[in-house]
C-alpha cells in the first residue's frame, strides 16, 4: 500500500518559517514526482510546489522565492521549505504523487500563521 505521512506543520508568526516534511512507502519513491498542496476551508485545493524525479521544481507564483522543495530518495521524503510565512499562507498542507494512474494524498497538517 501507498503511505504518505506529512509532519512539521503548526503555529506560528508572520515571517516566520517551517519546514514540512511528507515520508513516502509503498512506491518506488525516486521515479515518481511528488507535490505539496494546501487547502482552506470552502476552497479548493491549490497546488503550491512540485519536484520531478530529475530534481526539477516549479512554485506557484505567491510562494515564489518563499518555498523551497525538495527530496531525500534514499529517506523516501520530500520536504517543504517555508519562510517568510503569512497569515494567508495559512491551510492544511497535503503531500500528493501518482501511482498506477491515481492521485495518491496524505492525510495533511496544518499551519496558521498569526500573531
Known amino acids: 500500500q501507498v503511505h504518505l505521512v506529512e509532519s512539521g506543520g503548526g503555529l506560528v508568526q508572520p515571517g516566520g518559517s517551517l519546514r514540512l516534511s511528507c515520508v513516502v512507502s509503498?512506491?518506488?519513491?525516486?521515479?515518481?514526482?511528488m507535490r505539496w498542496y494546501r487547502q482552506t476551508p470552502g476552497k479548493q485545493r491549490e497546488f503550491v510546489a512540485g519536484i520531478t524525479s530529475d530534481n526539477v521544481a516549479n512554485y506557484t507564483d505567491s510562494v515564489k522565492d518563499r518555498f523551497t522543495i525538495s527530496r531525500d530518495n534514499v529517506r523516501t521524503t520530500v520536504y517543504l521549505r517555508m519562510n517568510s510565512l503569512r497569515p494567508d499562507d495559512t491551510a492544511v498542507y497535503y503531500c500528493n504523487t501518482d501511482y498506477r494512474g491515481s492521485q495518491r494524498w496524505g492525510r495533511g497538517t496544518q499551519v496558521t500563521v498569526s500573531s
Open positions: 509503498g512506491i518506488n519513491f525516486r521515479l515518481h514526482p
